[in-house]
């Protein structure tokens, strides 16, 4: 049945997590873009809820109910209160459910034990590379095999490095398949740059350089069942999709209680109808983008190939949550450009969408 | 729970509608479109003898409800919105008089639609020369004649859609918008039952159109029209001398404006589904078209060769499922009885305005093949446009949707 209701547990997960958002996220906002740091507290309080771990097996320790659906509520959430800390808070999924969906039994016994327990993040996961072109299909990162293990070259950039990075699942060609190794952090070749970008200055991101890295053969994720991980791009850009959907809804919402609190000319801008028809197109475009994010999360709970309903989400959402995040700028007019107000902030993460991969996964 | 499964009554539902809009509508969609005023009788007979019973399913089973409707109003459209528009039905005059008709009401208007041996239309007629979506300035009166015990309508309606079938064909009804006093403001306005051929109202005109030709779009005059007490929709109104309390004389406007207010949100989905079907026409052929010239669509294309023609593509995909999901979610809020006026609007305003871009867009990327007439997307086009406009233009469902996302009143944001 064609139904827009969430179940009453993901409408409880989703108040514990927007109330979460409200009080432990957006108070952080703009403090820590300001100081590009992720507090180290906060991870740890998210970790005791569990939003993580909570999609993990139950038999190493995690909550077993795995759900693209309500992974993407999640972050829709988490994002409303801010998309940097959103994404670190988040960034344990990184590891954590690539293994647990195309691990070997020994790569699941190894790894998920400690993502799961450890409060502090252990995994993370690098895609995106450093071109224009960058091609989560078919990365330029090569995987060849050499005696018996394989052997990396290649750049990777957007990677999130929380405190406590163990392992990089690095996502390269093998051939025309799209392959994952587990790298030690500290493996030899592998260089690792810290980064700043325009936006999500408070999540930790590096540059990794690929020289030679060499890792055994059981490094690859899968190991010899080879698996391609396609999927997990589709994945990314669901929870990509659903942050950029809490995003816009963040602008949206300042952009509203501000038009009708700012008055000129003896009135709230809101009673003007060219603030209140943006302010009504932001809300129509925010819902049809959550519409198609959920449907594309519907299909992977479904265990079908969601790489349109992915594709489709994330073009929209790149549109919408830019647009929408502008739209409130425009609406606070300058007190949107400057730093004592969130608009301007919301503008800078709602443009990396355009080449956000893999940054986060439902 | 979220789920985008339709039930199996829906997917039955979508089959035989589908079937119906490839093999009966699309092969006369250019005939009508050209002959604009003429009666499309094989459709209107086909319709009429085969389909109106509707889609075969269960009737136990699971429904999609309004959703489902949804869906047929989609297929229906994706075969030619202009003769789903001429389809024999009780159409908005029939959702005004479900909506705000008492049992006895609908049980008279809308059986003839069930019983009549011949093809009958319903419609509704709320437009004036200078009220559109300004409803509550319609000059139209409604005098109440105690002698007779009749209603006195005076007025002239424009762009009644099905107003020729519905006012002149015995057994269909025009469900007209009048004043009581115009001094109450559009409290004063209620709905009257006007059936086809009553004495006092003619068809004075039909508009030509730069789509959806094959509907008729009609001029309907009014000239002491007669209608009895009981063809008010609603409680009739009591005489005063009877009424218990002073608030009991104006009973009758309990269901007048915001009832026939509230068959908009029941309508608005369903438009912005036909619409949806309309862009779905346009796209589906553009994708056949591209993929007959050997173009493929790739949702994973490596970025440096992405076409702008995938781009485009891609972008009238989502925008269209877009709209079909807000009008779906617009539904199913119908089918559980949870208030839509917001999600309505919100439907129907990305509805109208996605698909009079795609269908625009589509003429583009064919090219000639596109602007020809020869083939049906530059009427697609045409016909497309109209969905940004009826029931409600884009502005006015911002302008709803505005008020409802800053809790405003109709006086705090005009």
Redesign the interface.
Known sequence: ???????EE?TLIVDTVREFAASELRPLARESDESAKTPSELLARAHELGLVANSLPEEFGGGGSRSA?TGALVAEELAFGDLALALAVLAPSLLALPVADFGTAAQKAALLPELIANASCAGTLALVEPR???????PRTRARRDAGGWVLDGAKCLVPWLFGVRHVLVLASAGESLAGFIVPSDAAGLKVTPEAYMGVRALPLVELGLDGVRVPGDARLGGETSPDL?AL?ARGRVGLAALGVGVARAAFELA?DY??QRQAFGAPI??K?AI??K???M???I???R??A??AA??LDRGEDA??EA???I??VRRVALEVADGAVQVFGGHGYVREYLPELLLRNARGFACFEALTLV | ???????DN?VQARAWYRRMALEQMRPISRKYDEQEHALPVEWVDYYWNHARAGAPGSATG???GF?QVCIQAEELCFGDAALYLRMPTAALGGSAVAATGTPEQRERFLRPFRESTHPIWGAMAITEANAGSDSAAIQTTARFDAATDEWLLNGTKIFCTAGEGASQVEGGFVVVWATIDKSLGRGGIKSFVVPAKTPGMRLVGLEKKLGIRASDTATLVFEDCRVPSGNLLGRPPKPKSESETPSEGTRAGDKGFKGAMATFDASRPIVAAMAVGVGRASLDFLIEELGRQGVALR??A???EVTALERDV??M???L???R??T??AA??MT?GKPNNL?AS?AK??AGLAVTKITQKAVELLGPVGYSKKLLVEKWMRDAKINDIYEGTQ?IN??I???R??E?SSS???
């Open positions: 049945m064609i139904e827009f209701e969430p179940t993901q659906l224009f072109d960058s091609d989560a299909y078919r396609r791009v509203r038009a009708k809101a009673t109808q209140a028809f302010l009504a197109d809300a129509i475009e819902d049809g983008a519409l198609l959920w449907e519907w299909k790489t349109r594709a489709l989400a073009h929209q | 729970m979220i789920s985008f499964d339709p039930t829906s699971p429904s999609d959703v949702f994973d490596p970025p440096r891609i972008d995909q989502a925008e499922q877009a709209a999901l807000l779906w979610r199913s809020m559980r999600e919100m305003a990305k502005q911002q302008l949707v505005a008020r996302i800053l405003y705090q944001l005009r």
